[in-house]
């Protein structure tokens, strides 16, 4: 699993190159592994170069902000990078089997079924939980929908997501110590 921790003194821990084929490799494999089979999806694949480009400009934007702040960048900036740089590139890409060039035949309603709309939106929103070590299951559907909401169709920048994934963050760790206190609660009645 690759490191989170990209920058130190805003000089990249290992070398940039290095640093894209490990991401590459884990955002590729975790696609196929993970994210597919969880979301039931069928017929749909990711573009490397396009991963790529995204990781690219994932890592630069990061040796930026380190460089111009002279400090490493915490883990909910290095989330909110990835998921803008995931979101803004869109690799996932839907097969269409027997597509003729024809298009009407192209606009049809089994090509543009619900299930497939912001699939690139949910799986870059999916990374950018993994990086401070979240996952899907602990957010609630509706703030969920509305990240992928945000990051399909408003304009939105790295800091505003940065701002966005704390609070969300906070908000879990606050409702799981609620939970813990109520189960430590009837534990001891």
């Known amino acids: 699993m690759p490191s989170s921790k990209l920058l130190s003194s805003s000089k990249v821990v290992i070398s940039i190159n290095d640093a894209i084929k490990e991401w590459l490799a884990h955002i590729c494999a975790n696609f196929k592994e993970v994210f597919v089979p969880s979301h039931g999806y069928a017929g749909i694949d990711i573009d490397p170069k396009k991963v790529h480009i995204a990781i690219k400009s994932w890592i630069d934007d990061l040796d930026k902000h380190a460089a111009y702040h002279r400090l ?4 909910y900036k290095v989330a909110s990078h990835l998921m803008f740089s995931m979101a803004k590139t ?4 839907r097969m269409i089997p ?6 009407t035949e192209y606009c049809n309603n089994s090509v543009f079924a619900n299930a497939y709309d912001w699939v690139n939106e949910l799986f870059a929103f ?14 609630d559907d509706e703030t969920a929908a509305a990240f ?12 505003h997501l940065f701002l966005t994934l704390e609070q969300l963050d906070k908000r879990i760790s606050a409702e799981e110590t609620v939970v813990a206190l109520y189960e430590k609660r009837q534990e001891s009645t």
Do not use: W
């Not at 027997?98 to 298009?103: A, C, H, I, M, V």
């Not at 950018?128 to 299951?137: A, E």
């Open 126 to 139: 999916e990374l950018g939980l993994y990086l401070f070590s979240r996952d899907i299951s602990e957010v």
């Open 98 to 103: 027997n597509l003729t060039s024809n298009y």
């Open 148 to 159: 992928i909401y945000l990051l399909c169709f408003r304009d939105v920048n790295p800091k």
């Open 72 to 75: 490493d960048p915490n883990s």
């Open 90 to 93: 869109k690799p996932i890409f």
